[in-house]
């Protein structure tokens, strides 16, 4: 029996590079946006059928879930792909940028997962795939709070969820990329700035021209990252966790190696 697969985000990106390689592959692929009318290049494929979804509104969550089982019988694995990010000093956020940050990278998942659960429940098993970020188990970069923030949460929600679906063989995982080619991070980041204090200035500088640097040779295929994604999809891989990417292995490599403390003060240094 063909697959079916659920994928939130795919509008660009990962989720695109994601929705596309599980169609090849002969999955039925539910591929939700924000505006699926201007999608040319997806709707294209015999295999993917595009839904409208802002993973923000649960009763959109609600809606695109009912289509996705109604379009395919049933829905085999989610993937929770769609996020956002803000950077910049925590000081300076809009109500609305704290608000959104939570509101799609957090409550995003919620209302998806709770979509899906009376199916999985009724059929006694399911996979939902979160896709976290190496941010999500440890801080690499200042004016990062909000960003961390929504991925540590994402990370707390899921190992928590565990509990409580085990007893009705629905799957929970975890994969944590870093930057990768491709994303366009940068240009969809919102900055949270102040026009008249400077204060912040030097630390805002130095993260900025790392973003900035934009070093393609320096981030992952990001083929590795839907490689990971069809592993744990087809039940090859069985982690809870999987972190992708040289960056991110080191800097966990280098917290699990000292006390907190240090690891904060040679984060900061670098950045001094």
Known sequence: MTKSIFITGTSSGLG???ALHFARQGWNVAATMRKPEQETELSKHERIRLLKLDVTDSAQARAATEAAIEAFGQIDVVVNNAGAGSYGPLEFAEEHTIDGQFAVNVRGPINVIRAFLPHFRER???RFINISSFMGVTTAVPTGSLYNMSKFALEGLIEGLY???KPFNIDLHLVEPGGFKGNRFVEK????????IRDYDPLIDKVNALMMAGDESRLDDPQLIVDEIEALATGR???FRTLVGKTGRDLMAMRASMPIEDYLS????SFA
Request: zero cysteines.
């Open 16 to 18: 695109r590079h994601t």
């Open 124 to 126: 006694k098993g399911g």
């Open 163 to 165: 509990y409580e679906l």
């Open 189 to 196: 980041v919102v900055f949270n700035t102040h026009p008249d």
């Open 237 to 239: 891989n069985r982690r």
């Open 266 to 269: 040679t984060i900061a240094k």
